[in-house]
């Protein structure tokens, strides 16, 4: 699913985290912690969803989250509703945001605005389906045959695949995909026609009929709805 050369400023810090060892005894270990800080840049996340994503115990990523909160760097926000109890969601904090920042999303702001300034809206969405379908060559498209419930799922690896966690909603021939935060989100806030980009990108992926019905805003959060295309 790697998009081209020439999107790769659009994608670069969108690239899944490396797994790592399980590094929970080494109270030195800092590639972990730079993980951490990475993905929570995409978004809300839980203690599971870090440790699915990094490929680490709970309790290592525990470990990581107690020292990124002393440094001031990580802050819990809540809970989210789980099986059997609620589970604790963490965030970023505002000193994280501007000890790490990303060249790559401050670039993309800035292209858009520059496409936004030079040509209509409708261009601009325009724009942004096409690098989608780009970003999605090579794609399969998913068989014919294949359900809205499997299309649904294929669809939440690949959002998974850019970051966060994602939960799937089913009601009768629809589903939505939904998320507590976006992978996006310091481009979203301004710039919510990025939306339409991924948009395209699952559709053309999973050759299912998608649309964005994502929450836009401060805090951005990611909402797709997937329905058969036939």
């Known amino acids: 699913m790697a998009g081209p050369a020439n999107l790769a400023i659009f994608f670069v810090a969108l690239k899944p985290p ?8 080494a109270p030195h270990a800092t590639g972990s912690r730079a993980e951490l800080i990475e993905l929570l840049g995409r978004g809300v996340a839980t203690v599971a969803d870090l440790a699915k994503q990094l490929r680490l115990t709970r309790n290592a990523v525990r470990f990581h989250l107690a020292s990124l909160q002393r440094a001031g760097l990580v802050r819990a926000t809540g809970t989210r509703p789980g099986k059997r109890r609620a589970h604790a969601t963490y965030e970023l904090t505002k ?3 501007q000890r790490f920042p990303n060249a790559y999303k401050h670039s993309l702001r800035e292209i858009l605005a520059e496409l936004k300034h030079r040509y209509r809206s409708n261009t601009v969405i325009a724009i942004l389906g096409s690098a989608g379908n780009r970003f999605a060559k090579g794609s399969s498209g998913g068989r014919k045959d294949m359900s ?18 994602i939960a799937i909603e089913s009601h009768g021939g629809v589903s939505l995909l939904r998320a507590d935060g976006c992978p996006l989100a310091a481009v979203v806030a301004a710039h919510p026609e990025v939306c339409n980009m991924v948009e395209t990108f699952l559709a ?3 050759g299912a009929s998608v649309r964005q019905q994502c929450h836009h805003g401060p805090n951005p959060r ?5 329905k058969s295309s036939t």
């Open 204 to 206: 053309r992926s999973t």
């Open 95 to 97: 000193q994280a945001d």
């Open 148 to 165: 809205v419930r499997n299309r649904a799922g294929q669809a939440k690896k690949l959002l998974e695949a850019l970051g966060g966690s």
């Open 18 to 25: 490396r797994p790592t060892e399980d590094r929970a005894k």
């Open 222 to 226: 990611c909402q797709f709805q997937i």
